[in-house]
């Protein structure tokens, strides 16, 4: 059974940061891209970042490049999201996904069409 748990949400103040953390198991997770998704009340469900298998090539929204960076640690199958530079704007339920891919140097995939697996989803409220 897969599983994607995530943690670190809270709530900060505007120019603060935050670390998310997604713990994946039930699944072999070198073989997976990952990916970070946020909503927000009342909207679709955004791409946020995304890292491919090896974590060799990474993609970022527009919104969030320069001040979000993504890593992953294969050997502990965890993905991190570092949030810096947060604005009230970034207020939402983070999610994280896994997508299995052929494709070890790929570049990983924004479209949440294309991931198999979600976690539950963590919320940040970023307040000004």
């Known amino acids: 059974q897969v599983q994607l748990v995530e943690s670190g949400g809270g709530l900060v103040q505007a120019g603060g940061s935050l670390r998310l953390s997604c713990a994946a198991s039930g699944l072999t997770f070198r073989m997976y891209e990952m990916g970070w998704f946020r909503q927000a009340p009342g909207k679709e469900r955004d791409f946020v970042a995304a890292i491919n298998r090896s974590g060799g090539s990474t993609r970022y929204a527009d919104f969030v490049r320069g001040r979000f960076t993504i890593l992953r640690d294969n050997p502990k199958t965890t993905v991190y999201l570092q949030m810096n530079s947060l604005k009230p704007e970034d207020t939402a339920v983070f999610y994280c996904?896994?997508?299995?891919?052929?494709?070890?140097?790929?570049?990983?995939?924004?479209?949440?069409?294309?991931?198999?697996?979600w976690g539950q989803g963590t919320q940040v409220t970023v307040s000004s």
């Open positions: 996904a896994a997508r299995r891919s052929g494709g070890y140097y790929y570049s990983p995939s924004d479209d949440p069409k294309d991931y198999d697996y």
